[in-house]
C-alpha cells in the first residue's frame, strides 16, 4: 500500500477521531494539567526545589549525594502518584584499540575535538543559568517570542506534523502505525514497514501532541499484541510466545480479497536476529499511553496482561546465568547489524530495566502475577547494583581498572571479571575528562566494552536505573565531549568508531558500517528526543536546547534524513533514507518536551526508593 493512499483511506477515520478527542469530555488532563510556566513545569517533575542547584554549579560528588537526599524526600508525591495509580488500577481490576584491546577504533581526538584536551575541571556551558535564562530558553523553543528564527522553527514543527500524518499506515480502515520512512527516490527495501521501535517516538508525539491521538497508539499496542499471538518459525525452529516482531507491514491478499498483516520476527531482516528491544519498547509505550490517557482498560485487559507476561518471562525465566544482565546477539536492537553488541549490552540491559519498572506497575497480582511481580522485584535490585557498580566508568574507576590486579578469585576479587588492564583502548584514556563518567557499552569475563551508546545511557537516566549522581555525571560528560558526542549534527549513536583491522573483524567488512557512518559512529537525529528527555529530567535542558538549535540548522533542508556520516556529523548518510519517519517524530518529541517539560512524565520514571539497596562488599575501586 502506497502511502499515499494509506493517508486517503484513513483521513476520514482521522477527522472523526480527532474531534472526537476535541469534544468536552474527552479533552485530555494533559491539557488541563500543562503548567502555565516552566518553573511550574519543573516543580511538577520535582526539579522546581533544585533549579537553584542546577544553575549554581557542577554537581560534585558531594553536592549530588545532597541532591539526591533532597530528591528522596521530594519525590514522595511523585511516588504517591504511582501507588495510588497502582491501588486505582487494582480496585478497577475487572476490566567498542588501537593494538591490543577488543576494537580498534578511531577518535577525533586530532581532530578538532573541542574540550578534548581539557584536563582540569572547568565549569560547564550550563553552569552558572539564572532561571530567567531557562524561562527565555523555553519561550525560544516554544516560539513565544516571535521572531525569524521561531518562524522557521515554527514552519519545521508543521513541516514535520505534515510528514509524520503521510507516514500513517491504515489496516482496516484504523491508524494501527508509521512507515519507517516515506521516501519514493529509494528502493523500499523494509523501510515500508512499520518498525516497532521506531514507532515509539512516534506514538510519544502523537501522545504530547495538542489533541493528542491516541487511537493510533492504542491501535499499534493491540495490533502488535495479536502479532506476538503467531507461532513464529525460522527455518524449523519455534521462537519463544512472547516474542514481539521487529517490523510488519500491510498488504494486500487479491485471492481472499482482503488486507492482510505480515510480520518480521528477524526471520527475513539481516542477520536473522530476533529484536529484543522490541517487547521492552511495547511494555515502555504501553506505560506512557496510560500515564498520558489514564486510561486503565487496555492495560487491564486480559490479553495485555498475558503479553506483558510472556515478554517477561522470556527475560526472567532461570538458565545458566550468573549475571542479571540479558545474555544477546548482535544485532538484536536499533543497531540490528554485526557490530559487536554481542553479550550484555547496555542498550538492552537499560531497556529491560524500564520495562520491569513499568511492567510493575501495571501487572496486576491476580493468577500468577504475584509471583512475577516478586520476580520482578528482585530482577531490578540485581540489575541496578550490577550495571550501576560494573557498567559505571568515570576517571576514578577507569583509573582503578588501569591498576586492576588479575587472575583474582574468590568473593573478595575486586576484578571480579578478569579483565587485563593491557585491554584498556588508548582513546578512551584520552576521552575520559576529569568531570562526568558514563555506561560503557558491555560487561562480559575478561571484557570491558569501553565504547559509549547513547540510548543506554539516556535509557538508563529515564528509568533511574542511573543514580542521580551517575545520571548528572552523564550530562557532564556529554558537555565535555560536546565535539565528539553531538559534533555538527545530533547524535552519535555510538562513540568512536571501529576501524581498520577491528572494522574488518568486528563487523565482517560491513561496507554500510564502515567508520563514522551508520551504526558505527553515525549521527542519528531520533536521538534527539532522548537526549532532550534526559536532559530535563536531570534538570539540564539547555543542553538539548543547543542540540535542537543544530538540527534545527539542517534537518529539513536536509529532507529529514536517516542519518548522517563523518567525524562531526557533517554529511548526510551515504545510505540515509530522506522522510525518514522517527528522524522526524524524534525532532516533534524533543520540541513538545522543550516546550512543556511535564511532557516528560510520559517517558520517565522516579527513584524507586523501595529498591533494596544490597550492602556493598566489593568497594575498593567503587567511588560513590
Ligand atoms: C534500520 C535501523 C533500525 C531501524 C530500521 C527502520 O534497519 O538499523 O534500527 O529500526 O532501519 O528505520
Known sequence: ?????????????????????????????????????????????????????????????????????DQRNKTSQEKEMVETTAEEMTKSSNGVVAGNGDFEVVSNINNGGGGKTTSILKPSPSVGMSLENLVEVSNVASGKNGGTENASATAMMDEAWDLLAQSYVCFKGQHVGTLAAVDNSAEALNYNQVFVRDFVPCGLACLMKNNAD??????????????????????????GEGVMPASFKVSYD?????????????????????????????????????????????????????????ILNLCLS??????????????CSMIDRR???????????????????????????????????ERIDKRITALSYHIQNYYWLDFTQLNNI?????????????????????????????????????????????????RWFLIGNCISILSSLAT???????????????????????????????????????????????????HNGGSWPVLLWLLTAASIKTGRPQIAKRAIELAEQRL?????????????????????????????????????MIENPSNLLMISLEEDKKITKPRLTRSASWTF
Open 402 to 450: 588501569y591498576r586492576y590486579k588479575t587472575e583474582e578469585y574468590s568473593h573478595t576479587a575486586v576484578n571480579k571479571f578478569n579483565v587485563i588492564p593491557e585491554s584498556i583502548p588508548d582513546w578512551v584514556l584520552e576521552f575520559m575528562p576529569l568531570r562526568g563518567g558514563y555506561f560503557i557499552g558491555n560487561v562480559s569475563p575478561a571484557r570491558m566494552d569501553f
Open 254 to 310: 487479491a485471492q481472499r480479497q482482503k488486507e492482510i498483516l505480515q510480520a518480521d520476527f528477524g526471520g527475513t531482516a539481516i542477520g536473522r536476529v530476533a529484536p529484543v528491544d522490541s517487547g521492552f519498547w511495547w511494555i515502555i509505550l504501553l506505560r506512557s499511553y496510560t500515564k498520558c490517557t489514564h486510561d486503565y482498560s487496555l492495560s487491564e485487559l486480559p490479553e495485555v496482561q498475558r503479553g506483558m507476561k510472556l
Open 339 to 373: 557490530m559487536g553488541i554481542y553479550g550484555y549490552p547496555i542498550e538492552i540491559q537499560a531497556l529491560f530495566f524500564f520495562a520491569l519498572r513499568c511492567a510493575r506497575q501495571m501487572l496486576k497480582p491476580e493468577h500468577d502475577g504475584k509471583e512475577l511481580i
Open 556 to 592: 529539513s533542508k536536509d529532507g529529514w534524513p536517516e542519518y548522517y556520516d563523518g567525524i562531526t556529523g557533517r554529511y548526510v548518510g551515504k545510505q540515509a533514507r530522506k522522510n525518514q519517519t522517527w528522524s522526524i517524530a524524534g525532532y516533534l518529541v524533543a520540541k513538545l
Open 1 to 69: 500500500m502506497s502511502p499515499g493512499s494509506t493517508t486517503e483511506v484513513c483521513g476520514d477515520e482521522l477527522a472523526k477521531k480527532a474531534s472526537a478527542h476535541n469534544s468536552p469530555e474527552n479533552v485530555s488532563e494533559k491539557e488541563t494539567e500543562t503548567p502555565e510556566t516552566i518553573v511550574e513545569a519543573y516543580e511538577k517533575l520535582n526539579l522546581g526545589r533544585d533549579i537553584s542547584n542546577v544553575f549554581t554549579g557542577s554537581t560534585s560528588v558531594d553536592d549530588g549525594e545532597k541532591k539526591e537526599g
Open 468 to 518: 542521580p549522581v551517575q545520571a548528572t555525571a552523564i550530562m557532564d560528560l556529554i558537555e565535555e565531549r560536546w565535539a565528539d558526542l553531538i559534533g555538527e549534527m545530533p547524535l552519535k549513536i555510538v562513540y568512536p568508531a571501529l576501524d581498520g583491522h577491528q572494522w574488518r573483524i568486528v563487523t565482517g567488512c560491513d561496507p554500510k558500517n564502515t567508520r563514522w557512518s551508520y
Open 214 to 239: 491516541v487511537e493510533i497508539v492504542k491501535n499499534f499496542l493491540l495490533k502488535t499484541l495479536h502479532l506476538q499471538g503467531w507461532e513464529k518459525r525460522i527455518d524449523n525452529f519455534t521462537l
Open 318 to 331: 532461570d538458565g545458566f546465568d550468573t549475571f542479571p544482565t540479558l545474555l544477546c546477539a548482535d544485532g
